[in-house]
Nanobody
Framework: QVQLVESGGGLVQPGGSLRLSCAAS????????MAWFRQAPGKERELVAA????????LHVDSVKGRFTISSDNVKNTIYLQMNSMKPEDTAMYYC?????????????????WGLGTQVTVSS
């Protein structure tokens, strides 16, 4: 049974840090490219960062460049999102997803698997 389980969300003050994890089961990360998306209330889900199946290539959207870092551990079959210098506008539900083709990394409807999400709130 395929599962993606996110963890690590919570409440953090502006300028603080969080590390999200997404543990995959039922498939190996070597066969899928992985990504973090987020969705704030009243907004569409948007791509945050992505990592290629062997963890070599990464992508970070402009709004998080220099603050967030995506990584993967193929031994633990887990991806991570290290979030530093966090801002109130980073508040959202964060989801991880798995997709076969790198060129489809921004196309949510192509994704094969999604987790249920973890809530991140940045507030003083």
């Amino acid at each position: 049974q395929v599962q993606l389980v996110e963890s690590g969300g919570g409440l953090v003050q502006p300028g603080g840090s969080l590390r999200l994890s997404c543990a995959a089961s039922g498939f190996t990360l070597k066969t899928y490219h992985m990504a973090w998306f987020r969705q704030a209330p009243g907004k569409e889900r948007e791509l945050v960062a992505a990592v290629e199946n062997y963890g070599i290539g990464t992508l970070h959207v402009d709004s998080v460049k220099g603050r967030f870092t995506i990584s993967s551990d193929n031994v633990k079959n887990t991806i991570y999102l290290q979030m530093n210098s966090m801002k109130p506008e980073d508040t959202a539900m964060y989801y991880c997803g798995a997709v076969r083709t790198w060129s489809d990394i921004r196309t949510m409807k192509i994704y094969d698997y999604w987790g249920l999400g973890t809530q991140v709130t940045v507030s003083s």
